[in-house]
C-alpha cells in the first residue's frame, strides 16, 4: 500500500501544480488584456482632449490678413484670401490661410520674405510628397467634430493627385504650402518657430 501512496500523492501533486499554473496564466492574461485597454483608453482621451483644446484654439482664432505676415510690395500676389492666426495648447502660434495666387508669382515673393536668421532659413522651396500630410489630415479628421471644418477641401486633398505640396523655412515661419494647379487654390500653414 505504501508503494501506491507515493505516486498517488505525486500525481495529485503535478495535476495540483498544473492548476495553479493554469489559473496564475489566466490572471496573468486577463490583467495584461485589462492594463492594455485601460492604456487604449487613456491614449484616446488623451488624443481627444488635445484635439479638443486644438480646435478650441482654431475656434477661438482671430482672423489675419496676408499681407500682416507676408509684407508685400504692393503688388496683389493672392487673392481671395482668407486666414486664420491661432495658438496650440502647447503655446505655439501659427497661421492657416486659404487664397488663390499663381504658382510663378507666388514662390519667388515666398523666397524672397525676410528672414531672423539666414542660417536657419532656407533659399528656396523645396517640393515634398504629401503622403505624410494626407496622413495626418486623415488621423486628426477622425476626431474632428461634424462642420468643424470644410470637408470637401480635405477630400480634394486626399484624392486628387495633381495637388502639389511644398515646404519653405524662413525663419521663424515654417510654411507648408498646399496647391491646386486646377484652380490656382493655395492653402498655407505658418508655424511660428521660437
Known sequence: MKKYILPVMAVLLLTSCNKIEEKIDQTVQKTTEAVQEKAQKAVEETVKKTVDESINSLTNSKDVQFNEVFPSSGTAIVTDAKGKKFTFPNGSGGYIFKYKADKA?????????????????????????????????????????????????????????NIEYYKLKRFPNNSTIIYNPKNHVVLQYVEVDK
Not at 532659413?121 to 494626407?134: E, L
Not at 486628426?140 to 470644410?150: A, S, V
Open 105 to 161: 508669382t507666388l514662390i519667388p515673393f515666398l523666397e524672397s520674405q525676410p528672414t531672423t536668421d539666414e542660417s536657419r532659413s532656407d533659399k528656396t522651396v523645396r517640393k515634398i510628397d504629401g503622403q505624410s500630410i494626407i496622413d495626418k489630415i486623415s488621423f486628426i479628421e477622425k476626431f474632428l467634430p461634424e462642420n468643424t471644418i470644410d470637408t470637401s477641401i480635405i477630400q480634394d486633398i486626399k484624392n486628387d493627385k
